[in-house]
């Protein structure tokens, strides 16, 4: 253990939206124990979307640091089904929102209906009360029922007619959306994409794995063949055990360091935000747990930038219509030279 880690306080357990929890009252796993279950986890997604191990575990990262994902990608490329398989792997309350034009914010969130008996308004939840809602294409809904999941993804609770009700942890929106460029679609504003942890693209698969496909889908879906490897007892016990991974200051420095040269580059109009910093180390800490590691290196924060800030950033309209693939290639190509210009700072483990 370093001097710095022996003198340091015990970390405060943190609720799931940054706040005091009450401590001791789940306990981290050892990190055998921690891969045996996320190993479970990631069998269950790779056995239903083929070829795709790192959009796979990409999307078990979001879930154990607690955080939201979207999946953008054009129509039939397993986005949805992803979104089923890893709320089917996790013994969690699941609903489903199919975002279309005609839907109202009150379908999300819920209303207060008059009861004559009662004489009294009673709240009648709405789809987003559960542990797991798969908000199936997102931008089809029009920006005013986007805005219904503002409150909710940031702050874990629902506010109707002065009555804030809480929603229950852990709380993750897995949210799907095609490009903007497809007809019938809203492009998500930029505050509702900074809420989403990460954002991945499924892609094409290849010949194999889409013959493979055919082979294991001509009779019945493979989510029909999915249960829950995990409850929600298990689930929390995961994100202990990532909370209690340990960021050294260099790592931490480094980490902002990478965040603030996005709000001085050249090619972008707006930057990363600090929640994006947030996102980051606790994208990090999950990651180095699943590499069997009690500590954050580079390397994991470096993976993992891409996935974690692109989305939060918007290039300059030069910088989108000169690169190669547009806005989204820009800033990715933008963000790996942000990586590669960086000090990397020499780290040690918690043994040294």
């Known amino acids: 253990m370093t001097p710095e880690q022996a003198h340091a306080p015990a970390p405060e357990r943190t609720g799931q939206h940054g706040q005091p929890g009450q401590p001791?009252?789940?306990?981290?796993?050892?990190?055998?124990?921690?891969?045996?279950?996320?190993g479970a986890i990631l069998a269950n997604l790779e056995s239903v979307i083929d070829g795709k191990t790192e959009a796979a575990t990409l999307a078990l990262i979001v879930l154990i640091a607690e955080g939201h994902l979207l999946v953008e990608d054009v129509p039939g490329v397993g986005k949805t089904t992803l979104a089923k398989a890893l709320a089917t792997s996790v013994g969690c309350t699941v609903s489903r929102i199919q975002f279309t034009p005609d839907l109202l914010p009150s379908d999300v969130t819920g209303v207060s209906i008059y009861?004559?008996?009662?004489?009294?308004?009673?709240?009648?939840?709405?789809?987003?009360?559960?542990?797991?809602?798969?908000?199936?294409?997102?931008?089809?809904?029009?920006?005013?029922?986007?805005?219904?999941?503002?409150?909710?993804?940031?702050?874990?609770?629902?506010?109707?007619?002065?009555?804030?009700?809480?929603?229950?942890?852990?709380?993750?929106?897995?949210?799907t959306q095609n490009p903007i460029e497809m007809e019938g679609t809203y492009a998500l504003p930029e505050a509702q994409r900074?809420?989403?942890?990460?954002?991945?693209?499924?892609?094409?698969?290849?010949?194999?794995?889409?013959?493979?496909?055919?082979?294991?889908?001509?009779?019945?879906?493979?989510?029909?063949?999915?249960?829950?490897?995990?409850?929600?007892?298990?689930?929390?016990?995961l994100i202990a055990t990532a909370r209690a991974i340990y960021v050294s200051r260099a790592v931490e420095s480094y980490v902002v360091s990478l965040v603030q040269a996005t709000r001085t580059h050249p090619e972008f109009r707006l930057g990363a935000s600090p929640r994006g910093t947030l996102h980051l180390v606790r994208a990090a800490k999950v990651l180095a747990a699943l590499n069997g590691r009690e500590f954050v290196v580079p390397d994991d924060v470096n993976q993992l930038v891409v996935p974690v800030l692109a989305h939060r950033?918007?290039?300059?309209?030069?910088?989108?219509?000169?690169?190669?693939?547009?806005?989204?290639?820009?800033?990715?190509?933008?963000l790996r030279g942000?990586?590669?210009?960086?000090?990397?700072?020499?780290?040690r483990s918690r043994s040294a």
């Open 115 to 175: 009861n004559q008996s009662d004489h009294a308004f009673e709240f009648k939840r709405g789809a987003v009360f559960a542990n797991i809602v798969i908000a199936d294409e997102i931008n089809r809904a029009s920006p005013k029922t986007q805005s219904a999941l503002l409150e909710c993804m940031e702050e874990g609770q629902v506010s109707v007619d002065g009555t804030t009700h809480p929603l229950e942890p852990p709380f993750i929106v897995v949210a």
């Open 194 to 237: 900074d809420r989403f942890m990460a954002r991945l693209s499924m892609g094409y698969p290849d010949a194999a794995a889409e013959l493979s496909m055919l082979h294991h889908r001509e009779t019945q879906s493979p989510l029909d063949r999915l249960t829950a490897v995990v409850d929600k007892t298990r689930l929390a016990e």
């Open 24 to 38: 001791g009252r789940t306990a981290p796993l050892t990190l055998e124990e921690f891969g045996e279950h996320t």
């Open 338 to 347: 942000i990586i590669a210009a960086t000090p990397v700072p020499l780290t």
């Open 313 to 334: 950033i918007v290039a300059t309209r030069r910088a989108a219509g000169d690169a190669r693939g547009g806005g989204t290639q820009a800033i990715a190509e933008a």
